[in-house]
């Protein structure tokens, strides 16, 4: 048997910086993972040029039971510190929408940069490693299928369910369990959603037309791009949604979120009374959609012959689309996975569990879920750090 003052399982952006921080205070430290290679999702991240972090860094742009939980480790370790490393490699990067933070050139160089780090401190990493079992009694026994290793600190950083076929796995909610922590009901988050029986008749055919609008859900609402997709809709703003959604709650999409409908329809009855109203408003918004959507609804006449309450009626089929999805599309294509271990179970500022010294869980696996743009590698840079302080 092997001795470690700290193991952690999972190779990804939480374990990394985990191990990073730990080997830099001398900690002897080990990191396990299962797949062929570490840092998948570093590498597949803001579509390969990696959205490392968000300027506009806000404990609100977080969702979890416990609000608050985040605040101590983003405010320890932030935006800046995180771009400071990054600066240091001298990895060129761009600002682009809403203060995300993005490669010039390709997320393998924030997975070198970590890596680097580890092995100026002499953290040793092992892929292709499986972990049989996991034992305590004064200090922890992991069992691999290589070899056991004994540890006083165990961090796991195996990450959520989402994108099971690059490595992810339930790991680490399986370990909470077997500690008797409390694990909170998981779903796909940064996920599109899928249209029901009746809106996928009318809509599906629609797949690969983009328009700008405000999508509302639960009480938060996001104004962004919105991507029509062969099963149901797509696209940032849908996706921020997504992580407010449940099962059965009904979405709320304005179409035109910049205009007054009625106003504009009747300013239209003055300066352009014999044009077909669907072709004004096919002006405003992408033609088809406007057309699609005018067409379930109303027979298409000149725009002079429209009345006070239909002007209304149209006003609402634009600026308020309801839609109650059916679902999402699942783990396979989710960003992140929202629920996961209580962070009630957890310190916020060391990560070690409360009831199990030595035990810590950092990461996406705890139920911290960011917004798109940066904040969930940030959640996962700011609870490594955190960690790798007090492991
Ligand atoms: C397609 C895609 C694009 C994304 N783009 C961005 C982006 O641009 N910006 C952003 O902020 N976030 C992005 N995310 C989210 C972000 O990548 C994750 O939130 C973040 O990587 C989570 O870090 P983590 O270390 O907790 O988990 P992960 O990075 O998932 O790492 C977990 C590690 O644990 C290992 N593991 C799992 N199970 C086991 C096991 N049983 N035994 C051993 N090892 C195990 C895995 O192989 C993996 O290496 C994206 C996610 C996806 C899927």
């Known amino acids: 048997m092997k001795n470690y003052d700290v193991v952690i399982i ?9 191990a990073l921080t730990a080997g830099q205070r001398g900690r002897k430290v080990l990191v396990l993972d299962h797949a062929e290679r570490m840092g998948n999702k570093i590498l597949i991240s803001g579509g390969g040029s990696c959205n490392f972090t968000n300027l506009y860094l ?21 935006q800046y510190d995180f771009i400071s490393l990054v600066e240091k490699y001298n990895i060129s990067y761009q600002q682009r929408q809403a203060g995300q933070l ?27 490693s499986t972990i049989k079992k996991i034992e305590k009694e004064s200090r922890f026994t992991v069992k691999t299928n290589s070899e056991d290793y004994v540890t006083e600190s165990l961090v796991i950083a195996t990450g959520g369910l989402s994108m099971p076929r690059i490595g992810a796995s339930g790991f680490g909610y399986e370990i909470a369990e077997q500690f008797g922590l409390k694990v909170l009901s998981r779903q796909p988050g940064l ?5 029901n029986r009746d809106d996928l008749d ?75 109203l669907k072709n004004l408003i096919g002006e405003l ?16 006449k000149p725009v002079n012959q429209y009345n006070e309450k239909e002007i209304n009626e149209v ?7 309801r839609i109650r999805p059916s679902g999402t599309e699942g783990y396979k294509v989710a960003e ?56």
């Open 102 to 128: 993005f490669c010039n050139g390709n997320s393998v160089e924030i997975l070198n940069l970590l890596l680097e780090e580890c092995r100026l401190s002499e953290v040793k990493i092992q892929n292709r």
């Open 202 to 276: 009318d809509f599906s055919d629609l797949t690969g037309i983009s328009a700008d609008a405000a999508v509302t859900c639960n009480g938060q609402s996001f104004r962004e791009a919105i991507l029509f997709t062969h099963r149901g809709l797509s696209g940032p703003a849908v996706l921020q949604i997504s992580n407010y959604w449940q099962p059965g709650d009904e979405v709320v999409i304005n179409l035109l979120p910049d205009i007054n409908l009625t106003e504009t329809i009747k300013q239209w009855q003055k300066e352009r009374p014999k044009t077909e």
């Open 285 to 300: 918004l992408t033609r088809r959609v406007a057309h699609r959507r005018m067409g379930l609804w109303y027979h298409n």
């Open 336 to 391: 992140v996975t929202r629920g996961g271990v209580d962070t009630d179970e957890l310190s916020s500022k060391t990560f070690e569990t409360k009831n199990v010294k030595g035990l810590y869980f950092i990461g996406e696996v705890v139920d911290v879920t960011g917004w798109l743009g940066g904040y969930n590698l940030q959640w996962a840079w700011s609870s490594g750090y955190c960690a790798g302080q007090f492991v």
């Open 191 to 195: 996920v599109p959603l899928t249209f």
């Open 315 to 321: 006003a609402d089929i634009f600026h308020v689309w």
């Open 58 to 78: 806000e404990p609100e742009h977080y969702i979890s039971e416990n609000p608050h939980f985040s605040k101590s480790a983003l405010s320890r370790f932030s």
């Open 10 to 18: 999972g190779a990804g952006a939480a374990g990394l910086m985990c």
